[in-house]
């Protein structure tokens, strides 16, 4: 199937700890981000990557550390987790301006 | 930057009817205009978009219109099934890989 796959679905931490979301995507695209989605459904871009560069940085803490070995692959890592960083994180990858392709979403439960 | 405001924030009608979801976008520099449906406990799937160049675009049940000069946009479907019900975004982007910007969301509920 050709589809973009992140990795775990799902994720319960205790603040303090380090944790990794992966992403992979076999579609051929060339740009890949991570979205956060909150409680309230607004979704925020946090990062993008085209062919491993990096081309979108919001502010985000400097906790979160996006990492592309290849255009095909992006992941976060984040330090020292927060209770608010709790939320839905959505992977996404596109082929230049055509829409996105989301993974479906890793839940990440920080108590 | 850019701001895209959506509303309303909820939707609901009866199976059969339309429902219109409508947004305002700021920067005029945006012409990428793409439509997400969101299921429960999924991504959000494209399901239609629209460029500048172009004013209406449908797809079966789904539309969407474009107004460049009053900055707005807005999602129709007709004859409305229970498996539209979701949260829709709308989003704008100036195209290529600029940033898109999501409204809030729009959850519509199709009552059978």
């Known amino acids: 199937d050709t589809a973009v796959s992140q990795t775990p679905k799902y994720l319960v931490t205790q603040m303090g700890n380090d944790k990794s979301i992966k992403c992979e995507q076999n579609?051929?695209?060339?740009?890949m981000y991570w979205y956060k989605q909150d409680s309230k459904k607004f979704l925020k871009i946090m990062f993008s990557y085209n062919n491993k560069e990096l081309i979108i940085n919001e502010t985000v803490p400097n906790r979160f550390s996006p990492k592309s070995p290849d255009k095909a692959h992006l992941n976060l890592h984040i330090n020292s987790l927060e209770l608010g960083d709790s939320a839905v994180y959505f992977c996404?990858?596109?082929?230049?301006?055509?829409?996105?392709?989301f993974g479906s979403g890793t839940r990440l439960t920080v108590v | 930057g850019e701001n895209v405001e959506q509303h309303p924030s909820t939707l609901s009608v009866q199976e059969g009817d339309s429902a219109v979801i409508k947004c305002t976008y700021s920067?005029?520099?945006?012409?990428?205009f793409p439509w997400y449906k969101q299921e429960l406990g999924k991504g959000p799937q494209l399901i239609i978009d629209i460029r500048s160049n172009v004013g209406e675009k449908k797809d079966q049940r789904i539309a969407v219109t474009l107004n460049k000069t009053a900055k707005h946009f807005s999602l129709h479907i007709t004859e409305t099934q229970p498996e539209d019900s979701a949260v829709y975004f709308c989003?704008?982007?100036?195209?290529?890989?600029?940033?898109?910007?999501f409204g809030i969301g729009t959850k519509l509920q199709v009552i059978p």
């Open positions: 989003a704008a982007s100036k195209g290529g890989y600029q940033k898109v910007t």
């Open positions: 579609l051929g695209h060339d740009t």
């Open positions: 920067d005029s520099a945006s012409n990428y």
């Open positions: 996404a990858s596109s082929q230049g301006s055509e829409g996105y392709t």
